[in-house]
């Protein structure tokens, strides 16, 4: 069992493990773990940062502004199809990698894509020839045409 005790000292949180007899401060303090008023406990040493920050912010008197802005933002997705299959394919290798990378990504986005799609993609890494590059992935067995006008990437996974 992990948890908070306060330096008598420097009036500063430290997260301890409940088992141990001391623990220094980092102002060179021994605390005394047993005899101390513990603040919050954790049944695992990971979610004890969060309640350290907590009590830390409550001796400041500034824990509604600690929770505000402790609280986990959710990050909200682009909803451009092209800029987020553009920014997967960025992180691949060379020309010929990130070539193949925007084919399955945007066969993971949209299922079938167009030779429009494909072109926005390749415009926004900057590669020219995008037809060539799509008409090599065919020849290449690597993207198929299931619709006249729309293709997808060939899925190496049953």
């Known amino acids: 069992m ?6 008598p000292r420097c009036r500063r949180a430290k997260g301890v493990d409940l088992t141990q007899k ?33 009590a830390n912010a409550e001796l400041a008197g500034g824990l509604d502004t600690y929770r505000r802005d402790a609280a986990p933002r959710p990050r909200r997705r682009s909803q451009d199809v092209h800029a987020r299959v553009a920014g997967k394919a ?8 990130r070539i193949h990378a925007v084919a399955v990504a945007l066969s993971e986005e949209l299922e079938v894509f167009s030779r429009d799609d494909w072109r926005r993609v390749l415009e926004r890494l900057g590669i020219p020839a995008a037809d060539d590059a799509l008409e090599g992935l065919v020849q290449r067995r690597e993207v ?15």
Do not use: N
Not at 30 to 51: D, F, S, Y
Not at 90 to 97: E, F, I, P, V, Y
């Open 144 to 158: 198929y045409e299931p619709t006249p006008g729309f293709y997808r990437a060939v899925s190496l996974t049953p």
């Open 2 to 7: 992990f948890g908070v005790v306060v330096c």
């Open 22 to 54: 001391t623990t220094a401060c980092s102002c060179g303090f021994e605390i005394r773990v047993v005899p101390a008023r513990v603040r919050a406990k954790a049944p695992t040493a990971r979610g004890l940062a969060a309640l350290v920050g907590q």
């Open 90 to 97: 960025a992180k691949a290798g060379d020309r010929a990698h």
